[in-house]
């Protein structure tokens, strides 16, 4: 805890960028998604990117080493729907735990092969061996990528029975332990409950996070808490203003609190703006590549949002940047580039009541 807040005070910090974006970019079909172990698999695969970390972690793993080369010092676990809850939906539930294992340790792995390459290297040439001295590069965290689950406890599936839930608030918590357990046995730095579009949802998360440190006497890892604001009303898809948003999750006392997702950086930009006034933690953003065409497709230029992001880091906004929909390394690259002259914002200091 005490090695990331020494960072975040000294400079901003930059999140990675899309993964499904960069999925994307190798055109995998159905056989793509399932390799040798799930080739019979009796359900469909295709779109199910979190089960990538099991059939095709090559993939993630490089993903993961394009983020790091281009500035990132927070790498996000290929986690997203690794609950059983989520993979319900390709009869996939037995393999909540495994997925997040499996991802945090590709997440490991591409960081140490990234720090090697990046050593600086001094050779003997008596000996003919090469002595590795301490890496200069920035320390590199992966946090673990906590979705909002495709189930909503505020919201009702059935418009004609507001009150039906399909899915109980035991049932979400116990399904983001599970998640929790993998993440951290896994080996991740930082927990992220990210996408929140339900804040109950996220009330589920942090209850559950709290009960596995609790349950193992581990010590707790710090936690990011990211929503999403879905349109011009300023309000999450439960209804919330992002001050009452913020006011709900203030408990769990993260290390940062931010919004991603849904909008571009320049529908985002009020928001940010409010949220950094309002939180006592560290404040993170990353955006869209603007919002999608008509074709589903992000058409942002790298420049374009590394240019919003370069505004509000001048006017002191926030402390970690990065990418959502439809971001790529280049994405990251020069919104690293941009940011990197200025000073992250600063914390507010709270009167402590006596």
């Given at each position: 805890?005490?090695?990331?807040?020494?960072?975040?005070?000294?400079?901003?910090?930059?999140?990675?960028?899309?993964?499904?974006?960069?999925?994307?970019?190798?055109?995998?079909?159905?056989?793509?998604?399932?390799?040798?172990?799930?080739?019979?698999?009796?359900?469909?695969?295709?779109?199910?990117?979190?089960?990538?970390?099991?059939?095709?972690?090559?993939?993630?793993?490089?993903?993961?080493?394009?983020?790091?080369?281009?500035?990132?010092?927070?790498?996000?676990?290929?986690?997203?729907?690794?609950?059983?809850?989520?993979?319900?939906?390709?009869?996939?539930?037995?393999?909540?735990?495994?997925?997040?294992v499996a991802a945090?340790?590709?997440?490991?792995?591409?960081?140490?092969?990234?720090?090697?390459?990046?050593?600086?290297?001094?050779?003997?040439?008596?000996?003919?061996?090469?002595?590795r001295q301490p890496?200069?590069?920035?320390?590199?965290?992966?946090?673990?990528?906590?979705?909002?689950?495709?189930?909503?406890?505020?919201?009702?599936?059935?418009?004609?029975?507001?009150?039906?839930?399909?899915?109980?608030?035991d049932e979400v918590?116990?399904?983001?332990?599970?998640?929790?357990?993998?993440?951290?046995?896994?080996?991740?730095?930082?927990?992220?409950?990210?996408?929140?579009?339900?804040?109950?949802?996220?009330?589920?998360?942090?209850?559950?996070?709290?009960?596995?440190?609790?349950?193992?006497?581990?010590?707790?890892?710090?936690?990011?808490?990211?929503?999403?604001?879905?349109?011009?009303?300023?309000?999450?898809?439960?209804?919330?203003?992002?001050?009452?948003?913020?006011?709900?999750?203030?408990?769990?006392?993260?290390?940062?609190?931010?919004?991603?997702?849904?909008?571009?950086?320049?529908?985002?930009?009020?928001?940010?703006?409010?949220?950094?006034?309002?939180?006592?933690?560290?404040?993170?953003?990353?955006?869209?590549?603007?919002?999608?065409?008509?074709?589903?497709?992000?058409?942002?230029?790298?420049?374009?949002?590394?240019?919003?992001?370069?505004?509000?880091?001048?006017?002191?906004?926030?402390?970690?940047?990065?990418?959502?929909?439809?971001?790529?390394?280049?994405?990251?690259?020069?919104?690293?580039?941009?940011?990197?002259?200025?000073?992250?914002?600063?914390?507010?200091?709270?009167?402590?009541?006596?």
């Open positions: 805890m005490e090695k990331i807040k020494s960072a975040l005070d000294r400079r901003i910090l930059i999140i990675d960028g899309a993964m499904g974006t960069m999925i994307q970019h190798y055109n995998l079909d159905e056989a793509g998604y399932r390799g040798e172990r799930f080739k019979d698999w009796p359900s469909d695969v295709k779109g199910n990117n979190d089960l990538l970390s099991l059939t095709r972690p090559d993939i993630i793993k490089e993903i993961h080493k394009q983020y790091l080369e281009a500035g990132a010092d927070i790498i996000e676990t290929n986690t997203f729907s690794s609950t059983a809850i989520a993979q319900t939906d390709y009869n996939m539930q037995s393999l909540a735990y495994e997925l997040n945090a340790k590709i997440a490991r792995e591409a960081i140490n092969e990234f720090t090697i390459l990046h050593q600086p290297s001094t050779i003997n040439h008596q000996q003919t061996t090469v002595n890496s200069t590069v920035n320390e590199k965290y992966i946090a673990g990528a906590i979705g909002p689950m495709n189930k909503t406890l505020s919201l009702s599936p059935d418009v004609n029975n507001p009150g039906f839930r399909s899915v109980s608030f918590s116990d399904a983001y332990y599970e998640q929790v357990r993998g993440l951290v046995e896994g080996g991740v730095d930082l927990l992220l409950i990210e996408t929140i579009f339900d804040t109950l949802n996220a009330k589920a998360a942090i209850f559950a996070i709290k009960k596995y440190f609790r349950d193992t006497k581990k010590s707790e890892l710090p936690v990011m808490i990211s929503g999403t604001i879905t349109d011009a009303s300023g309000r999450t898809l439960s209804g919330q203003t992002l001050e009452a948003f913020y006011t709900s999750i203030a408990h769990a006392r993260p290390l940062s609190v931010g919004l991603n997702c849904a909008l571009g950086a320049a529908e985002m930009r009020p928001y940010i703006e409010e949220l950094s006034g309002l939180a006592t933690c560290y404040t993170s953003a990353y955006p869209n590549a603007g919002l999608p065409n008509s074709m589903g497709a992000y058409e942002e230029e790298p420049e374009e949002t590394a240019h919003f992001l370069e505004e509000w880091a001048r006017e002191g906004f926030v402390n970690i940047v990065g990418g959502c929909c439809g971001t790529t390394p280049e994405h990251i690259r020069h919104i690293a580039e941009k940011v990197k002259k200025f000073q992250p914002r600063k914390l507010p200091e709270v009167e402590v009541a006596v």
